[in-house]
C-alpha cells in the first residue's frame, strides 16, 4: 500500500499512456506541491494534454497511477473529478452559445440556482473583459476572448486543482498577463494549478516549479533558476550609441566573455552568450566586466539588458544532454512586451467568494 506524502496535490508513478504503436506518456513521475503553480513544459507533442487529461480522469492509464489529493485515478476517478477542473486545448463552452448563456448553464449543471447563476455570470464576465461580447456566440470571439471564458468557466466554482492547459498560446501581450493574473489570483486563494506552457518565460513567471517533458518523459525537473542555470546564464544584448563602433564592440566582448557574439538587424546592437556559471551572481558579473571593459575601449553604450535562455536554449541543452538530438525544435517565442494588464482585485474577491 503506498503512503502520499500530505501537501502533495498531485503524485503520479511511472505514468503511461500508448497509442498504438506511441507511447505518448512514457513513465511520467510528478510530485506537484499542494497550493503552488506547477509548470509542464515542453514542445508539440511532448504528451502534456495526454497527462493532463489522465490526470483530469478523461482518459486512463495504460500502466502507472496518477493520485490528485491521495486519490487513484484508476480508481476513485469521481473523487478526483469532485477536487479538479480543467481547461485548455479542448471545449469546454459549447460555440454555439452565448457567453452569459455558456456561464449560466454551466452554473445551472453546478447546482447553482437560476438566479445565483446569472449573478454569477454576469460577475465573471464582467471582471474578465467579456461583458461587451456576453450575448454574443463564442464562436464569434478572438482566441484571447475564447481563453478568458475557458477560464472563467472553469472557475465557476473555485476548485482545490485547476488544469491549464497551454492557456496563453496565441494570445497577445495584453491577453496574456490577464491570464497570469487571473492565474495568480486563483492560486492566491489557495487553488494548486497545473500548467502546460511550451514558454519558459510563462513558467518563469507564474511557477515555482517546472517539469520539462519530450517524448513522454520527464527529462528535467527544478526550479526556474536551477532549469536555467543548468543550461548556461543567457546573453548580454548591448545596444550601442555609434553602429561604426560594432565590429570593435564584437571584438571586446567575444575576448572578455569568450562566447560567440551575434550582430543583430539593429545595426547598433549585438547579443553576446554569458557562459554559465551555476549562478545569477556569476552572470552578473561577467556582463558588468563586458561593459567595463566596452567603456575602457572608449565605446558607449546607449543602453543593455540580460536576458535569460530561451526555452529553444534550454530545451535543446537538455535533450543534448539526454543524448536525444531528435527532438523537434520548440517554438519558443519570447514574451518580451510587458504590456501593463491593471491588476483587478476583483478577481481575487471573486475567487475566495466561490470557494466552496
Ligand atoms: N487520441 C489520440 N490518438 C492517437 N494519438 C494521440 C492521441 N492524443 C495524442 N496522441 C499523440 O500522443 C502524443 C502526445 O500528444 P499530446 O497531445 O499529449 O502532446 P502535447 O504535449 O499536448 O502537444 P501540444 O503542445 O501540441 O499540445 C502525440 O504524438 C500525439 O500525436
Ligand atoms: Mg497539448
Excluded at 558588468?288 to 575601449?297: F, I, S, T, W
Aim: net charge negative; aromatic share 4%; hydrophobic share 40%.
Amino acid at each position: 500500500m503506498t503512503t502520499h506524502p500530505p501537501g502533495l496535490a498531485i503524485e503520479t508513478q511511472g505514468l503511461v499512456k500508448v497509442f498504438g504503436a506511441n507511447r505518448a506518456v512514457d513513465g511520467i513521475d510528478l510530485r506537484v506541491p499542494a497550493g503552488t503553480v506547477y509548470g509542464v513544459l515542453g514542445p508539440n507533442g511532448a504528451g502534456k494534454t495526454t497527462t493532463v487529461k489522465m490526470l483530469a480522469t478523461l482518459l486512463r492509464p495504460d500502466d502507472g497511477d496518477a493520485y490528485v489529493f491521495g486519490k487513484s485515478v484508476r480508481r476513485e476517478p469521481d473523487a478526483v473529478r469532485s477536487r479538479v477542473s480543467l481547461t485548455g486545448q479542448y471545449a469546454s463552452v459549447d460555440e454555439d452559445l452565448t457567453g452569459t448563456e455558456n456561464l449560466v448553464l454551466l452554473g445551472r449543471l453546478l447546482g447553482h440556482p437560476k438566479r445565483v447563476a446569472r449573478a454569477r455570470a454576469a460577475e465573471l464576465l464582467d471582471v474578465f473583459g467579456l461583458t461587451p461580447a456576453a450575448d454574443r456566440q463564442v464562436k464569434t470571439y478572438s482566441g484571447g476572448m475564447r481563453r478568458r471564458i475557458d477560464i472563467a468557466a472553469s472557475i465557476l466554482n473555485t476548485p482545490d486543482l485547476l488544469f491549464l492547459d497551454e492557456p496563453t498560446t496565441g494570445l497577445d501581450p495584453r491577453s496574456r498577463n490577464q491570464v497570469w493574473d487571473i492565474v495568480r489570483a486563483v492560486v492566491a486563494q489557495g487553488t494548486t494549478v497545473l500548467l502546460t506552457t511550451q514558454y519558459l518565460e510563462e513558467a518563469d513567471r507564474l511557477a515555482s516549479r517546472i517539469a520539462v517533458i519530450d517524448h513522454g518523459r520527464v527529462i528535467a525537473e527544478g526550479t526556474p533558476g536551477e532549469l536555467k542555470s543548468s543550461v548556461g546564464a543567457g546573453a548580454i544584448q548591448v545596444r550601442l550609441h555609434d553602429a561604426d563602433r560594432r565590429p570593435e564592440a564584437a571584438g571586446v566582448l567575444r575576448r572578455v566573455l569568450g562566447s560567440d557574439v551575434r550582430l543583430e538587424s539593429d545595426p547598433v546592437a549585438l547579443t553576446a552568450a554569458i557562459p554559465g556559471h551555476g549562478t545569477d551572481l556569476g552572470a552578473a558579473e561577467d556582463a558588468a566586466r563586458a561593459l567595463a571593459e566596452l567603456a575602457r575601449a572608449g565605446i558607449v553604450v546607449a543602453d543593455f539588458s540580460l536576458g535569460q535562455p530561451s526555452l529553444d536554449e534550454v530545451f535543446l541543452a537538455l535533450t543534448e544532454a539526454s543524448g536525444d538530438v531528435g527532438g523537434a525544435p520548440v517554438g519558443g517565442a519570447g514574451i518580451a512586451d510587458e504590456a501593463a494588464a491593471d491588476d483587478d482585485p476583483r478577481i481575487g474577491d471573486l475567487v475566495k467568494e466561490n470557494r466552496a
